[in-house]
């Protein structure tokens, strides 16, 4: 079965750290993968996308990973901020078809000011 | 740009009755996709469509159905709605393509309590 598992559930660290958030995934035959941010109440949006061939995308004070023989991406938060508190959720585009994304469950990230 | 734009925000239905969700995208996108939301588990796909005139189902679609008759329109329909179907929904929109990857946009959620 092709799942994403996201450990931590949730992660509290004090402002201007470093953190790095985790996902792994059972299957290596992936289109691509995704990092998503969910403010309470509010839809996913994407921070970045990496796909099957690519290794790592930057945005801004993100970075993130992929080692698809590993099973595992992380994504990087430089310096955090309070507003950087939110629910990050993880989610692989299985090969197979580009409906087959199953997402993790989340890391529930608070930045203490 | 309004991107991805589902309604009603909240709803309370009871045992038995039966409404529709809507969904509209103004990005062009080909594929559409409804989820459901459930504390402590990840989204889990309803239904989804590749193109107007297009559905099939996802991993969780009884007590549901779809209609795209157009590209900006998905429509989800609950029949007969049950206390298993309280959860937040989730429509989303993407144009897959091998250079571009699967960026999905998503609307903001319809919360929907079934009581």
């Known amino acids: 079965k092709q799942e994403v598992t996201q450990i931590p559930a949730a992660l509290s660290v004090p402002e201007g750290e470093n953190l790095v958030l985790n996902c792994s995934f059972t299957?290596?035959?992936?289109?691509?993968l995704q990092w998503f941010r969910q403010d309470p109440g509010k839809g996913l949006t994407s921070l970045l996308l990496i796909q099957s061939s690519q290794r790592e995308q930057t945005s801004g004070r993100l970075n993130a990973s992929l080692d698809k023989s590993s099973g595992r991406s992380t994504l990087y938060i430089a310096a955090s901020q309070p507003g950087d508190s939110a629910t990050y959720l993880c989610?692989?585009?299985?090969?197979?078809?580009?409906?087959?994304?199953?997402f993790g469950t989340g890391t529930k990230l608070q930045v203490i000011p | 740009n309004a991107g991805v734009t589902q309604t009603p925000k909240f709803r309370i239905l009871k045992i038995g009755q039966s409404m529709t969700l809507q969904c509209t995208q103004d990005m062009n996108h080909n594929y559409m996709y409804w989820y459901r939301q459930d504390p402590g588990m990840g989204l889990k796909l309803i239904y989804y469509?590749?193109?107007?005139?297009?559905?099939d189902k996802g991993e969780v679609p009884n007590g549901y159905n779809v209609s795209r008759s157009t590209t900006e329109d998905f429509p989800l329909r609950l029949e007969l709605a049950a206390p298993s179907q309280t959860s937040v929904y989730f429509c989303?929109?993407?144009?897959?393509?091998?250079?571009?990857?699967?960026?999905?946009?998503f609307g903001e959620g319809s919360w929907l309590t079934v009581v």
């Open positions: 469509s590749v193109g107007a005139g297009i559905t």
């Open positions: 989303a929109s993407s144009f897959p393509g091998q250079s571009s990857g699967n960026t999905i946009y």
């Open positions: 299957d290596s035959a992936i289109y691509n």
């Open positions: 989610a692989v585009n299985f090969s197979g078809g580009y409906q087959k994304v199953t």
